[in-house]
T-cell receptor
């Protein structure tokens, strides 16, 4: 069975601090895809990144970075120098190759950036 | 602009009434999905469709129905059989080019349904 766990339900940090959102996944398949989505207060989910299981390189996009470690089944997301606009719910998700195109979402982490 | 539209943003209905939520996309995506979001629950898949005139049940299909008569449209009906319909409903679509290659889903703005 596939599963995504985001153990941090809610996090609050002061603006300009760095923050890491944890994501642990479970799958027995060797080919799979991992995603992060952002849900701002408006409600629409915004796609941030997709990673396939054969690419363990860390990814950096501006203030955002992602650390994928197959050894610990983790795909953590770090925001550097956080800003108030980063306040949102963040979802980690998993889909498995050669199955249907369903994406399995974690329960999300609500991030508060305090001014 | 290409994207997914859902209407209305807020919807109120009396208990026992069926209600249909609209979802339209102009991204030329083959696959479309309906999710339900409750506080603290994340997203749960209701129905999905990979091709016109075909759809499959997701994890929580009971009390819901869908149709896919056109590629661009995937309306969701919340029936009176759904015991707790008050929730935030999100529609999504994805490109199936390179089928099962883990293509990302793109989401609409959502409809917040309140049953009184």
């Amino acid at each position: 069975a596939q599963k995504v766990t985001q153990a941090q339900t809610e996090i609050s940090v002061v603006e300009k601090e760095d923050v890491t959102l944890d994501c642990v996944y479970e799958t027995r398949d060797t080919t799979y895809y991992l995603f992060w989505y952002k849900q701002p207060p408006s409600g629409e989910l915004v796609f941030l990144i997709r990673r396939n299981s054969f690419d363990e390189q860390n990814e950096i996009s501006g203030r955002y970075s992602w650390n994928f470690q197959k050894s610990t089944s983790s795909f953590n997301f770090t925001i550097t120098a956080s800003q108030v606009v980063d306040s949102a719910v963040y979802f980690c998700a998993l889909s498995v190759h050669l199955r249907d195109d369903k994406i399995i979402f974690g329960k999300g982490t609500r991030l508060h950036i305090l001014p | 602009d290409g994207g997914i539209t859902q209407s209305p943003k807020y919807l109120f209905r009396k208990e026992g009434q069926n209600v249909t939520l609209s979802c339209e996309q102009n991204l030329n995506h083959d696959a479309m999905y309906w999710y339900r979001q409750d506080p603290g629950q994340g997203l749960r898949l209701i129905y999905y469709s990979q091709i016109v005139n075909d759809f499959q049940k997701g994890d929580i299909a009971e009390g819901y129905s869908v149709s896919r008569e056109k590629k661009e449209s995937f309306p969701l009906t919340v029936t009176s059989a759904q015991k707790n319909p008050t929730a935030f409903y999100l529609c999504a679509s994805s490109d199936l080019t390179g089928f099962r290659q883990g293509n990302e889903q793109f989401f609409g703005p959502g409809t917040r349904l309140t049953v009184l």
